[in-house]
């Protein structure tokens, strides 16, 4: 004799097919379930567990875990769903960014192993900091901290940033691969990510590439504007300056956007750079041969 929920399947499957929402946590699991338990004519005792179960495997519902080493996150799929929809899923307001929205925008030839998604920290108040260069020249000596949030799936890796509050400046939507719904940093934004971190972005060498695949595609006033909106403290214009100099795409007006904010100390383009060239123009520290 078929028990109430292999009764009730047809109306339950009719009902995950109409659902624009394909990716869902376990709350929302249990909330689809107790909305129509009366309708679909579910017993009280039919738990959240089984229900996940039973659809798991009599029908189209998939577990996907991902085993991030601070705290593991299960999502379920109804049906077959992008990766880039999966990942976008994993917390709220995330947003792709560094060497993945470089690869979105076509800023590199490239398909990174590693999909940076960017989880906004909450505002925070700043006491204003003074630069004082013993300190700078100290802390760019030591090794870069890498995020290690990192878990695998389907043969890639997905790393979660813990990243400064901006309240996601310079964040856009635009159709994926598939034609699915993307957040990722706008090109502006993405060139100021990379610089500042050029890690997670393929290195110096492929900042700069990106920098010029980019001069047909990026404003300068709107990544200027955005760069004081944020506000960083450390000189980061500096680093952004000498990219847009490099490239060798860009005009003098350009790079005066820059220019304007100054050179109060010596900067780095990033941690540990063995036996550096050095910019006058716009004091920068950099690796032999960039450019």
Known sequence: MPTRIQIAKADIVDYFDTLSEKVFDGAEIAGILEENRRFWRLAESMTTRAFIEFLNVRAR?????F????????????GEVSLYTV????????????????HLHELTDQVPKIINVNVEQGPKRRRPVELV??????AFRRPTRLCNNVAEYEGRQVRLLNGQYTGNSGVMNMPGPEG???????????LIDIAVRPEY????????????RAAD???????AALLKKIDFIYPLHQVIGFYLERAGTYKKAQLELLAKFGTKCDFYLMHQIAAPDYSSRWRLYYPKGLG
């Open 87 to 102: 990942v976008l899923s994993l917390k709220p307001d995330c947003y792709f960014s560094h060497y993945t929205a470089m």
């Open 67 to 78: 085993d991030f080493p601070y705290r593991p996150i299960i999502q379920y799929t109804w």
């Open 201 to 212: 972005s393929g290195g110096p060498f492929e900042v700069l590439a990106a920098y010029r």
């Open 180 to 190: 699915e719904a993307l957040r990722l940093t706008d090109v502006e934004r993405t």
């Open 133 to 138: 260069q013993e300190r700078v020249d100290l």
């Open 217 to 223: 595609k990026v404003s300068i006033n709107r990544l």
């Open 61 to 65: 519902l998939k577990i996907v875990r």
